[in-house]
Each structure stands twice: as structure tokens, then as C-alpha cells.
């Protein structure tokens, strides 16, 4: 059964439902055991928070900034500031000292929740260039807080203000009094093309978006979640939702280094990711592949395709397989393909909903293949995630990002442009009328910028509009497609494709640098640093051998001719990557001119 209320009641209506069955799991900051909250314990602390909130002074439809990594701290803050129809402003917890700034200004915040001491740091070196910043609450109690700050409390004080919930029957009068007009979050964007603007979402959006994925995506009270992607994340945080509108478990993972021995130590059902993880998944089990006996390799070889052929030819496709085929596929998922899932605490695996850029189709093709349901699908900020994803119901196409959710409509301009509209679709930019005006055609349609077709009613994308490169030929190239087949290989972190008024395509590239060692020794290559592997020739050569294995099915006018080897990885402090780890390819092309110069000489 699904609790859709409006957000400030949310909580505690789930509570009532399920009471003193466990809600959250979680680890104290810097702590090594599991603990748990129940629901009803859940929904007093987000009712303490409320009450704390407004003995703070905070009013109706005031924004409150959350600076911090996933905790239930951060859960609690932002149902509780919902609970009085604050609206909740979340930065990534790697966000500039800059952009942190730019934001509080933009928002005019005045309490800003951190979690830990990076955060903290930043916030109070920036405080004074904040004019209505008035207070910074800390989640993590160990954070060293300067005993000279008058305007920083922890967590813990701030909670004693909601004790006894002195403020309930306000709290309650204000809920009464709730909307779906009422504004829920206001999300900034990554700004890849540009500066930050803050996406306005309403409860209503969230409402009808909750609903409508409910429809399609069978989560229930019998999942545990794990959330992987950070709260800011508009999809980790509507996916978090409607879990808990369902009465799921939530196992809260607080340092994204960690996921995969959280997953092994508490077995989720289901978790949203990236693509980027399951490429990372893909490259493990490739290496221990090519590192076991031949034996070993032959049989693992065998069952990815006998389960290619069960799962991507037959059942994909809402084909019953031949009774042979699926028998032998029950053998070797019993005898097989359990033991990788094991491996990855996934053992109990119903589906893992999966959005945020390109899925190459041989990372997607071997996920399905080892018993796994990746639901892939599409969404923006904009839209409060998902437009569209893969119905477990349904058949579906490798390579499409699914079927378009209930409520969304879809059109296609005559450029190829996807356009969107629907009771899910933000209603403008915080702030910037000017934005809100380009973002939507004369008849009310989105722009999303992403070009693409409805095939069968799946949705297939092309590319990013403003990301398709002309050569100097004429040529028009696509670098995410081209990125995605390449970041498959196990020798490759990060790749920037380079081809935009070029003769040729040429490719930036971070490696593996461990793996790049172990070749180095394995084949006697001397090296003192990383600048001697990258500058190698032989392993320059047998990249080069790997890179165009990859690229065979592309036009040879698609195919990465000449590439350069990095040192260092593209970051987010540089400016190279968006705190969500897209690419800038503005800033690509202004750090590394040199060396993309250099490859065209």
C-alpha cells in the first residue's frame, strides 16, 4: 500500500502504518556498527525538528540550506523543514567554497546544516561574504567547531530546542494549511554550460511523481533501499521517497567509497545508481575472469552466454525461452551467477534503477545476463527525475532509456529535440525569468536540450543538443556514445572525447593507474612515476590495441584517431567535473589546451 500525503505529513502517516518496524539503518559518523531507527521514531525526531526549526525563528516557505553527505541527520532536516513549509536547499557535500557562496546568496538562506568538518570549514570561511546567513548547525558531533564562533551549534543543541515538541499544535495548524503549490525543494543545477541555476520543485511535483512511478516501478515494504547517490541528487531523493512511501527500509550510506562493503555487509533488494558504477562492476568481474584458470574462464564465458540469450534475447523482449535453454540458464544461475552476486551482497536483488548518462549496451547486456534487473531509465532535475524507465512488466530494448512514465508527455520537435510536459515538470528557475522563458516552447513543452525518438513507445536518446561535435570536416560526432563504449575497457577511469572543429577525434584519458602498474612490471617497463607509464610507448601501444577493439562497430570518422594520457585525474575543485562528475568541456579545453593541441600537430 502507498502513503502518498503531502510532504509535511508524509512521515508521520508512514508511521502510523508501520510503527515500530525498523526505518532507517544507519552508521554514526566515523562509526563502525549498524544501528536502526524505527518509523515512529523516525517521525519524532522529524517533528522535533519541526518544533526546533520554528523556536529558530524559521518561517512558512523560508529557504534552509543542507551542506552535507547522506546521514539521517540530513533525512530528518528535511522532512522536519518540510514539516513546517520550509523549503530545502541541499548542496553536494563536495560543493566549492564558491558555490556554496553563490547559492546562500542566490537563496538568501539563513540557517545552513552541515555534516562534517570539510563542510563546516567551507561554510565559516565563507559566512561573512553571506549577508542573511545567520547560523551554521553541524551534524556530526565530532567536528571541531571554533570555540570563538558565536554562530555555529551542533546538531545535538539544536535538537534540545524541539525537545518536548513545545511548538506541535502550531506545527500541525501549518500542515493543516498545506498545499501542493507549496514549494518543496529548490535544486541548483550543475552548471555545465554555465552558472548554477536553482530548479523550483513543488509538493505537488512531487506528488504526481510519486504516483506516477509508482505505477511502473514495484518497489514495496519488502525492499531494502540502499542509498548510494547523494540526497542532493534529485534522483536518489525522489527515489528515496517514494520508497518510503511504501514503508521500505532505508540503509543510509554516508561515504560513497564504502558502497561496496555496505552492500555485502547489509544485502539491499534494490539501489539507484549510475551507469559508472555498473561499469565499475562490469571491469571487477572482467579482471577476475581474465585472471582465473582457462577452465574457469571457458565455463564463465559459457553461462554470460547462455544468460544473454535467456535474458536479453528471450525474456527482454516478453519471449518465453525454449525449455532447454531456460533450464540450463536455472543451473548456472544457481551455480554461477549467484556466486558473483554474492560477491556483491546482492544476493537478494529485485532491481536496480539506473539514469544519469549513456548505459553503454555491454555494460547493460551483462548486467541483465547475470541475473540482475538494471532499470534504465531518463529524467532531469526538471522534470523531478524520471520521464521515463524500463516496466518490469514489459518488454524492453537494449540501448532505450524506456517507456515514458504516466502523466509525461512527450513530443519531438523537428529538430529531434525531446520535449516534455506534465504536472512533474518545474514550473521555472528560482529567481531568473530570463531562464524560465528559453527553457519552454510557445505551447508550454520543456526543452530538455537531450535529442532522441520514440521507437514502439520506448524512448531512445541521441545525444546532448549542445554536446554534438562538427568536425572540420563536417562530420557530426556524439562524445558521450563514443565515451561511454571506451569506459568499459578496465584500463580507463575518465575520458573527454576531443573532436569539436577538429580534423579528427582525439581523446583525453585518465587510466586505472594501479592496473597500468601491474601491466608496467608484468611486461618489464621501467617507470619511476606516473608521467613516465602515461608517456610509455608500449603501453601507449597496447591501449591503443584495447581502444580500437572498442570502437570497431563506429564510422571511422567516429573513431578516436590519437589520445593523451593524464597524470591526474579530472576534478571537481579544478572545475573539470560537475559535482554530480560531468564532464565540463569548456574547462577541458582551457586546462589541457596544450596537450589536445599537441595531438593535432
Not at 504516483?211 to 511502473?216: K, T
Request: proline fraction near 3%; charge should be neutral.
Amino acid at each position: 500500500m502507498q502513503i502518498n500525503s503531502h510532504l509535511s505529513r508524509l512521515i508521520q502517516d508512514v508511521a502510523a502504518q508501520w510503527g515500530d518496524r525498523e526505518a532507517l539503518i544507519y552508521k554514526d559518523y566515523s562509526g563502525k556498527q549498524w544501528k536502526s531507527y524505527s518509523w515512529n521514531e523516525f517521525s519524532a525526531r522529524v517533528k522535533c525538528v519541526s518544533n526546533a526549526l520554528l523556536n529558530m525563528g524559521v518561517k512558512i516557505q523560508e529557504n534552509v540550506g543542507i551542506f552535507s553527505q547522506n546521514s539521517v541527520q540530513y533525512l530528518f532536516t528535511d522532512f522536519g523543514a518540510w514539516g513546517i513549509r520550509a523549503v530545502t536547499i541541499p548542496f553536494y557535500a563536495t560543493s566549492s567554497e564558491q558555490q556554496i557562496q553563490f547559492m546562500i546568496n542566490d537563496a538568501k538562506i539563513r540557517l545552513l546544516f552541515v555534516g562534517e568538518q570539510e563542510q563546516y570549514d567551507k561554510a565559516k570561511r565563507i559566512f561573512s561574504t553571506c549577508q542573511t546567513l545567520e547560523r551554521i548547525i553541524v551534524f556530526d558531533p565530532l567536528v571541531a567547531i571554533d570555540p570563538s564562533d558565536p554562530t555555529t551549534m551542533s546538531f545535538e543543541t539544536f535538537m534540545k530546542l524541539g525537545e518536548g515538541l513545545p511548538r506541535q499544535s502550531e506545527v500541525e495548524r501549518i500542515q493543516k494549511e498545506a498545499t501542493m503549490d507549496d514549494i518543496a525543494n529548490i535544486l541548483y543545477t550543475s552548471g555545465t554550460t554555465g552558472d548554477s541555476k536553482g530548479v523550483v520543485l513543488t509538493c505537488g511535483q512531487y506528488h504526481a511523481a510519486i504516483e506516477a512511478n509508482h505505477r511502473c516501478v514495484p518497489v514495496t515494504d519488502k525492499d531494502r533501499i540502499l542509498n548510494f547517490l547523494p540526497f542532493t541528487h534529485i534522483f536518489e531523493k525522489g527515489w528515496k521517497i517514494l520508497c518510503i512511501t511504501v514503508g521500505a527500509r532505508l540503509i543510509i550510506n554516508t561515504y560513497p567509497l564504502e558502497v561496496q562493503q555496505t552492500m555485502r555487509e547489509q544485502h539491499p533488494t534494490c539501489m539507484s545508481s549510475v551507469p559508472r558504477f555498473w561499469e565499475k562492476v562490469y571491469m571487477g568481474v572482467q579482471e577476475k575472469i581474465e585472471s582465473s584458470s582457462a577452465m574457469q574462464r571457458k565455463l564463465f564465458r559459457h553461462a554470460l552466454n547462455v544468460g544473454r540469450k535467456h535474458n536479453i534475447e528471450y525474456i527482454s523482449r516478453g519471449k518465453r525461452p525454449p525449455l532447454a535453454l531456460h533450464l540450463e540458464y536455472k543451473l548456472l544461475n544457481k551455480t554461477v551467477f549467484s556466486l558473483v552476486r554474492k560477491e556483491l551482497g546482492l544476493e537478494n536483488a529485485h532491481f536496480f534503477p539506473t539514469a544519469g548518462a549513456a548505459v553503454s549496451p555491454h555494460v547493460e547486456e551483462f548486467v541483465h545476463s547475470i541475473g540482475i534487473y538494471m532499470d534504465v531509465g531518463y529524467g532531469l532535475t526538471e522534470s523531478l527525475a524520471t520521464v521515463s524507465c524500463l516496466h518490469l512488466d514489459k518488454p524492453f530494448t537494449v540501448g532505450s532509456v524506456g517507456y515514458p512514465i504516466d502523466s509525461i508527455d512527450i513530443k519531438i520537435s523537428e529538430e529531434g529535440e525531446v520535449l516534455l510536459k506534465g504536472p512533474t515538470i518545474t514550473r521555472g528557475y528560482y529567481n531568473r525569468d530570463d531562464l524560465t522563458k528559453q527553457a519552454f516552447t510557445e505551447d508550454g513543452y520543456f526543452r530538455t536540450g537531450d535529442s532522441g525518438y520514440l521507437k514502439d513507445g520506448e524512448l531512445f536518446l541521441k545525444e546532448r543538443i549542445k554536446d554534438l561535435f562538427k568536425t572540420s570536416n563536417g562530420k557530426y560526432i556524439a562524445p558521450q556514445m563514443i565515451e561511454s563504449k571506451l569506459l568499459v575497457d578496465k584500463y580507463i577511469d575518465q575520458v573527454a572525447i576531443i573532436a569539436d572543429q577538429r580534423k579528427f577525434v582525439s581523446a583525453l584519458i585518465i587510466p586505472v593507474y594501479s592496473l597500468l602498474e601491474e601491466y608496467a612490471r608484468a611486461h618489464n617497463i621501467k617507470f619511476e612515476s606516473r608521467k613516465d607509464l602515461c608517456q610509455n610507448p608500449q603501453i601507449h601501444e597496447m591501449l591503443q590495441e584495447r581502444i580500437d577493439t572498442l570502437q570497431q562497430q563506429l564510422a571511422h570518422y567516429e573513431q578516436v584517431k590519437r589520445f593523451t594520457l593524464l597524470e591526474k585525474p579530472f576534478s571537481v575543485e579544478r572545475g573539470e567535473l560537475t559535482n554530480t562528475l560531468k564532464i565540463k568541456r569548456r574547462v577541458l579545453n582551457e586546462n589541457y589546451k596544450k596537450e589536445i593541441d599537441l595531438m593535432y600537430l
